[in-house]
Each structure stands twice: as C-alpha cells, then as structure tokens.
C-alpha cells in the first residue's frame, strides 16, 4: 500500500487536469481497497491574503497567485 500511495502522491503533486475524471486516484484511508473521486459541486477555492496584497505591486504578474482549494472526496465503488 505504501509504494501505490507514493505513486499516486506523485501524480498529485503534477497538478490536476480540468477533467475530474483524469485525476489521480487517491486510495481510500479506511477501507484500502476503494478509490476516492473528488465531488464536482464541492470546490472551494481561495488566494491567499499575502497573494492578494502583490496584485498592487508594479512588477505584478498572474502568476504570482498562490491560494489554497479543498473539495470533498466520496468513494463511489466502495469494495467492502
């Protein structure tokens, strides 16, 4: 288990597509069998507030944006 959940940490740490169904599959913690998919209407997304105060900065650029997202995960297959 510890060598699949490396793997799948290191898909995550590329970034994520615009499709929810390209992500990484992320193991399930409880049952270890199971695949938790990310729920499309749960995102929620914020820049942070040091981010927030470059955007006055005259050298300012978009991507200086740094912010946080959480979306909560459900396990559509568990595999009891």
């Known amino acids: 288990?510890?060598?699949v959940l490396i793997?799948?940490?290191r898909e995550i740490s590329k970034g994520f597509s615009e499709k929810l169904e390209?992500?990484?599959?992320?193991?399930?913690?409880?049952?270890?069998?199971?695949?938790?998919?990310p729920v499309a209407d749960s995102?929620?997304?914020e820049e942070t507030v040091t981010s927030k105060s470059w955007h006055g900065h005259e050298a300012w650029d978009p991507d200086w944006i740094q912010g946080d997202f959480l979306s909560h995960p459900h396990?559509?297959?568990p595999n009891l």
């Open 75 to 77: 396990l559509p297959e």
């Open 43 to 45: 995102f929620v997304d």
């Open 22 to 37: 390209e992500w990484p599959h992320i193991p399930c913690p409880t049952c270890v069998r199971g695949v938790l998919r």
């Open 1 to 3: 288990m510890t060598n």
């Open 7 to 9: 793997k799948d940490l």
